[in-house]
């Protein structure tokens, strides 16, 4: 198809609307696909940047007396407007090279997020805070291949009657050095899969059940095997043992546990948050020493936090928060801190519980 030269001005007006038409409808149309990759990494990473800073914070906080407080992200939205017009006016064609078309071209481009958030309070501040772990989710962390000393060693407070040291000032305590002891026992037997654990229905609901394995282990898992039944004073016999919440066992088959609430795990775990001596000296924190430690009492587990005045290269830390006027932070060399921070955070994703509040209808307009 070609235009007569005395059609050229309306041939040209379409050819131009029609190619600006097209081209934005093929923008719009792959507007959404083009920042799906960007935007869900992007929220992935500033989420869990912000998971870190919070557990993080919350950690200085307690050493300081400062109540605890989580701000959950209940919904992210993200909301893209894409839009244009254009016009062209093209006057008649005369052969004038001086006389040009005119032509305009309007475009906008929004981007509107909308996060909401929820502060943790009511019955979910008791059921993720203030109650004790399950002892069933605390041997389920072990089974999922964290190490059980430094598990039990920071969430169990005490096993058929072995109690743990505590470095916090309410409950401060030397820990009893066979429930050290067993600890190590279990941390061999764990790496020789010598030991496990499953859930039975009884007339109460599911009962967990601690399984010492005797087939296909050697002896020395055999001989660590006995020396925790001694211990614990278990059936020397037996290969199944009833995991309760309790002070003490009622038999020889049953395991009882007394385990720390999250409150109580993060105060623990807060020993390790270096202090300005200054706010030491001032009585504005407590100073926790670690009660008892001794090579006997096997690893202690501490997230070591720095401090600075300054806030410290982004490439040398894990997690930095600001507080009172000092920068926290641990190093991204330490991995045993950065493994224990991880520690706490998908222990609090386990223990996150109770009737959290239903986040906002939102209702979003098509552009």
């Not at 906008?108 to 069933?136: C, D, F, H, R």
């Not at 899969?193 to 229905?201: E, I, L, V, Y």
């Not at 290269?313 to 493994?339: G, Q």
């Amino acid at each position: 198809m070609s235009c007569h030269r005395m059609y050229w001005p309306r041939c040209a007006r379409f050819l131009c609307l029609s190619l600006l038409v097209q081209g934005l409808s093929g923008c719009s149309a792959r507007v959404g696909p083009k920042t799906l990759p960007a935007d869900r990494f992007d929220y992935t990473a500033a989420l869990t940047r912000s998971w870190k800073e919070q557990m993080l914070l919350n950690m200085v906080r307690l050493r300081y007396m400062d109540p605890p407080l989580f701000l959950n992200v209940q919904q992210v939205v993200q909301q893209y407007t894409l839009a244009g017009s254009g016009s062209i006016a093209a006057p008649g064609w005369s052969g004038d090279a001086a006389i040009a078309p005119a032509a305009g071209a309007t475009g906008t481009w929004a981007e509107s997020p909308t996060i909401t958030y929820n502060p943790m309070s009511g019955e979910q501040v008791t059921k993720s805070l203030l109650q004790p772990v399950s002892p069933a989710d605390v041997v389920s962390l072990v089974e999922a291949g964290w190490p059980i000393d430094a598990v039990f060693g920071i969430a169990v407070r005490s096993i058929n009657g072995l109690h743990a040291g505590s470095r916090t000032a309410l409950l401060k305590r030397p820990g009893d050095p066979d429930f050290y002891r067993v600890l190590m026992l279990l941390k061999e037997m764990q790496a020789s899969d010598s030991f496990g654990m499953r859930a039975d229905q009884t007339k109460g609901g599911a009962g967990t059940i601690v399984v010492f394995r005797a087939q296909h282990i050697g002896e020395a898992d055999l001989a660590n095997a006995k020396k925790v039944r001694e211990l614990l004073h278990l059936s020397p016999d037996a290969e199944e043992f009833k995991l309760t919440f309790a002070a003490q066992a009622q038999d020889d088959k049953e395991i009882a546990m007394l385990t720390r609430s999250m409150l109580e795990i993060l105060a623990e775990a807060s020993a390790g948050v270096e202090i300005p001596s200054s706010d030491v000296e001032e009585g504005r924190v407590l100073k926790m020493d670690i009660p008892g430690a001794s090579p006997e009492l096997g690893p202690q587990f501490i997230v070591h936090v720095r401090f600075s005045s300054s806030k410290p290269d982004p490439k040398e830390a894990f997690a930095v928060v600001p507080y009172r006027n000092y920068w926290f932070w641990v190093d991204d060399r330490d991995l045993s801190s950065k493994r224990g921070l991880g520690f706490l955070m998908m222990l609090f994703t386990l223990l996150e519980s109770g009737t959290t509040a239903a986040p906002p209808v939102l209702t979003i307009s098509k552009p």
